[in-house]
């Protein structure tokens, strides 16, 4: 008898821990929207408006263009929770920018994949394009404090990484 006044109290727990889980991945997937959107606004507010109109920044796996810059930057939407990337995908310019929020367990594979594109573009420009070289061998890779892993490679990337740095990291 004791056992049936259990169940009831059972089932109450089980619902209670069912809804907390799902209100628990509804609040994860409203902060990875949040977190892409602060890094959208944080690569646009660190660029002039020239780039910004002419390379546009992503930030969802429905993209049409997200597996081509998924591929170029050796990640996939599995390896990110949450992520704005800003990549030339023509091979006469070394411009890519990516905030990306790993997935868990995916830190090293997207550091691998970045450093891969990285070591890429520098090969492509090593022979020709000088000035798109150095920008290519200054590129800078660098997980910041919150687990973001930011890249940048572009003109004056010193400055660029550290404004799209603050931004994310006061997350303002």
Same mark, same amino acid.
């Given at each position: 008898?004791?056992?049936?006044?259990?169940?009831?109290?059972?089932?109450?727990?089980?619902?209670?821990?069912?809804?907390?889980?799902?209100q628990q991945a509804q609040?994860?997937?409203?902060?990875?929207?949040?977190?892409?959107?602060?890094?959208?606004?944080?690569?646009?507010?660190?660029?002039?408006?020239?780039?910004?109109?002419?390379?546009?920044?992503?930030?969802?796996?429905?993209?049409?263009? +997200?597996? #081509?810059?998924?591929?170029?930057? @050796?990640?996939?939407?599995?390896? !990110?929770?949450?992520?704005?990337?800003? /990549?030339?995908?023509?091979?006469?310019?070394?411009?890519?920018?990516?905030?990306?929020?790993?997935?868990?367990?995916?830190?090293?594979?997207?550091?691998?994949?970045?450093?891969?594109?990285?070591?890429?573009?520098?090969?492509?420009?090593?022979?020709?394009?000088?000035?798109?070289?150095?920008?290519?061998?200054? +590129?800078? #890779?660098?997980?910041?404090?919150? @687990?973001?892993?930011?890249?940048? !490679?572009?003109?004056?990337?010193?400055? /660029?990484?550290?404004?799209?740095?603050?931004?994310?990291?006061?997350?303002?």
């Amino acid at each position: 008898m004791n056992h049936l006044k259990l169940l009831p109290l059972l089932l109450v727990l089980s619902f209670a821990t069912s809804c907390t889980s799902t209100q628990q991945a509804q609040e994860t997937a409203m902060s990875n929207e949040a977190r892409a959107q602060l890094y959208q606004s944080a690569i646009e507010e660190a660029r002039d408006q020239e780039l910004n109109e002419s390379m546009s920044v992503l930030t969802s796996s429905e993209d049409e263009t +997200a597996e #081509l810059l998924f591929s170029m930057l @050796g990640v996939s939407g599995e390896d !990110m929770q949450a992520f704005a990337l800003s /990549v030339s995908p023509m091979n006469v310019k070394a411009y890519g920018i990516a905030a990306i929020y790993p997935a868990a367990g995916k830190e090293q594979t997207v550091l691998d994949g970045l450093n891969g594109f990285i070591d890429q573009q520098r090969q492509n420009f090593e022979l020709y394009l000088a000035d798109q070289y150095d920008i290519a061998n200054q +590129a800078r #890779l660098e997980t910041l404090n919150d @687990g973001t892993i930011l890249m940048v !490679m572009c003109p004056d990337q010193d400055t /660029v990484f550290d404004a799209i740095r603050a931004k994310i990291e006061t997350g303002a």
